[in-house]
Nanobody, 124 residues
Framework: QVQLVESGGGLVQPGGSLRLSCAAS????????MGWYRQAPGKQRELVAA???????NYLDSVKGRFAISRDMAKNTVYLQMNSLKPEDTAVYYC??????????????????WGQGTQVTVSS
């Protein structure tokens, strides 16, 4: 029905940059909010950044001024530009999309989908 494919994680030195991408595909009628979450070992998953269909954004306090979320509505893709990365940013990053999609019978359904996760490691 709906697939999310993430890319862009990796190993980077402190102060470096990475750009994450998440593309949604399938029987999608419309996309509402898109966001990025992260989960570090032994910690709960937390919201890093989100963008609404109207373009409003919000960020985790610790990433404000360093990370920027954006979306390409034509491509159903959300991006997370991460600059000035710190070791504490190390985590698995997951994209999340709230959308309206076609169910098994073509009916409109609303739900949340998650990407498979991509590892971001910040280390010297």
């Amino acid at each position: 029905q709906v697939q999310l494919v993430e890319s862009g994680g990796g190993l980077v030195q402190p102060g470096g940059s990475l750009r994450l991408s998440c593309a949604a595909s399938g029987s999608i009628f419309s996309i509402n909010a898109m966001g990025w979450y992260r989960q570090a070992p032994g910690k709960q998953r937390e919201l890093v950044a989100a963008v609404t269909s109207g373009g409003r954004t919000n960020y985790l306090d610790s990433v404000k001024g360093r990370f920027a979320i954006s979306r390409d509505m034509a491509k159903n893709t959300v991006y997370l530009q991460m600059n000035s990365l710190k070791p504490e940013d190390t985590a698995v990053y997951y994209c999340n999309v709230n959308l309206v999609y076609a169910g098994s019978w073509g009916e409109r359904r609303r739900g949340d989908y998650w990407g498979q996760g991509t590892q971001v490691t910040v280390s010297s």
